[in-house]
Each structure stands twice: as structure tokens, then as C-alpha cells.
């Protein structure tokens, strides 16, 4: 009997314990996940810092955020602040061409290679601001 109850405990750990390998094996393949995802809500045209969630995209160095085009007006995910002279320098998703979210579902993707805080706005609707903190 008691010899059993220690069979019965050591398959349960056995269980779980494969269980667990398994759980922490997805969860680091999601820590790792090199692609965040990212949204530009619906209606964002009319919002400032809550047009692009989350905000801010906290990732780590490496990481690629990828943005989603959720509303159906034309946006941009644009580096820097308006009227900087480096604006878009670092990435833009820009207004033609593959990468320019025109419209609902297209998206635009940026790797963050080094920490620090990114600022990006929308060229079309400058009020819309977000960051990126790459640690
Ligand atoms: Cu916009």
C-alpha cells in the first residue's frame, strides 16, 4: 500500500514534471519571440497617445515590433517627433510603397538593435505619438 502511494506520487511528479518542461519550453520560445505585435487602434485619427497600443511597446534589444493597421484610415509609424530633423530616419512605414499601412490589416515591422527610448508618430495625423523602450 504504501509502497503504491509512493508509485502513484512519483508518476504524478513524473506528469508534471514533463508538463512543466513543456509549459517553461513555450513560455521561453514566447520570451525569445523575436516579433511583438502591436495595433493602431481603430479611430486612431483622433486620438494622440492611445493610438498606438500598448504604449509604450516595452521589448528587449533585438526584438521586432510589429505594427497592425486595426482602423481604416490611412497611418504611418514614423521615427522621431514632427518636424525633427531626423524624422523617419530610423524607420518609417512611409506613404507608398510595401510597407505604408493604407489601409486596415497591412502591418510594418522595425527590429530595435539598440536600448534606449524611440518616439514614432503618425505623418498624417501628428497628434498620434507612441515609444518604443528597448532594454
Ligand atoms: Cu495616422
Redesign the pocket.
Known amino acids: 500500500m504504501v509502497s503504491k502511494t509512493i508509485y502513484l506520487t512519483a508518476s504524478l511528479l513524473a506528469i508534471f514534471g514533463v508538463i512543466a518542461i513543456g509549459a517553461s519550453a513555450e513560455n521561453s520560445v514566447f520570451a525569445q519571440g523575436d516579433k511583438v505585435q502591436a495595433s493602431?487602434v481603430p479611430g486612431?485619427?483622433t486620438l494622440t497617445d492611445t493610438?498606438y497600443s500598448p504604449n509604450p511597446i516595452e521589448i528587449t534589444v533585438g526584438q521586432t515590433v510589429v505594427w497592425t493597421n486595426d482602423?481604416t484610415?490611412?497611418?504611418?509609424v514614423t521615427s522621431g517627433s514632427i518636424g525633427a530633423p531626423d524624422a523617419g530616419q530610423l524607420f518609417d512605414s512611409g506613404l507608398a510603397g510595401p510597407t505604408a499601412l493604407t489601409g486596415q490589416g497591412k502591418t510594418f515591422e522595425h527590429t530595435f538593435d539598440a536600448a534606449g527610448e524611440y518616439p514614432y508618430f503618425?505623418?498624417?495625423?501628428p497628434a498620434?505619438v507612441g515609444t518604443v523602450i528597448v532594454s
Not at 503618425?122 to 495625423?125: D, E, I, S
Open positions: 493602431i486612431a485619427s493610438a482602423d484610415a490611412f497611418h504611418t503618425c505623418t498624417l495625423h498620434m
